[in-house]
């Protein structure tokens, strides 16, 4: 272990657990993480990262919608700047529920932040966690509004993950023992594994997901969700070859 890989991960690390040097994409990235609705907040942080990481490629690793109330300006602006070529952007699990939702009535994203994200379309008047009469009508109209915009084939055909370097950025996390770029629903999900066993092919994963209380460098992991919808922060961190990782909150 280098003596640079030594400062990122702490006093504390764990020994021969993680062997990987430090992270190095292949060119400089920041990754936004979960945003939930919060399009202030990410308006707000996009401004820091111009001042502070121009020139890196952003990209944001799912969860735009659900719990904060302006899911539908978060889903335009972040489809407009994949567009523009200014970020990729990857599907996480409340994506995946809210289409889910709308094609075969999964029954808890409205326990999970649909309600608002339904009202940031306009729709869901009358409507409880456990849904009600409206709701077909709802999901029919959700589909609707989202086709209309262009939205619905962008969600679906967002990727999983994405790899620069040694750097994976994934929404949920790995299974640790198996390749990122064949991984289905444990990058969008979460492993049980993935926060106790250390990748022994020498990736990092960027991930969200999981709220963290503090930003930090761990054995292989960096985690950015700092829980913007309740605590009213919202995190990235910015990632440069043979620089140590730096974060950006707002």
């Known amino acids: 272990m280098t003596g640079f890989l030594s400062r990122l ?32 907040k990410l308006d707000a942080l996009l401004l820091r990262i111009a001042e502070q990481a ?28 994949q567009e523009a070529g200014a970020a990729t952007c990857l599907i ?6 809210m289409l889910d939702w709308v094609t075969r009535g999964y029954p808890g994203w409205l326990r999970y932040g649909g309600l608002q994200t339904l009202a940031s379309f306009g729709l869901g008047r009358g409507l409880s966690e456990e849904g009600g009469e409206a709701a077909e009508a709802a999901r029919a109209a959700l589909g ?8 619905w084939d962008w969600i679906a055909a967002l990727p999983r993950s994405l790899q620069s ?49 503090t930003l930090e ?13 309740a605590t009213g922060r919202l995190s990235a961190v910015v990632l440069e070859a043979g620089q140590a990782p730096r974060f950006i909150s707002v």
Not at 15 to 37: E, K, M, R, S, Y
Not at 92 to 97: D, R, V
Not at 179 to 192: E, F, K, L, M
């Open 9 to 40: 991960l702490g006093r504390n690390a764990p020994a021969a657990t993680f062997t990987g040097a430090p992270p190095a994409p292949d060119a400089p990235l920041c990754v936004i993480g979960d945003v939930h609705g919060c399009a202030a």
């Open 165 to 213: 370097g040694n750097v994976a950025i994934t929404h949920a996390g790995a299974d640790p023992a198996r390749p990122i770029g064949v991984q289905q629903r444990a990058v969008t999900w979460g492993h049980a594994g993935f926060l106790t066993t250390p990748r022994q092919d020498g990736l990092w994963v960027v991930y969200g997901h999981t709220v963290v209380d």
């Open 144 to 151: 609707a509004a989202l086709r209309d915009e262009g939205l």
């Open 92 to 97: 996480g699990n409340h994506e995946e529920m």
């Open 217 to 229: 460098v761990g054995p292989g992991r960096i985690g950015i969700d700092t829980g913007a919808y």
């Open 54 to 81: 121009a020139g890196a490629h952003i990209v944001t690793l799912g969860d735009y919608v659900d719990r904060g109330e302006d899911s539908a300006a978060v889903l335009r602006r972040i489809k407009a700047m």
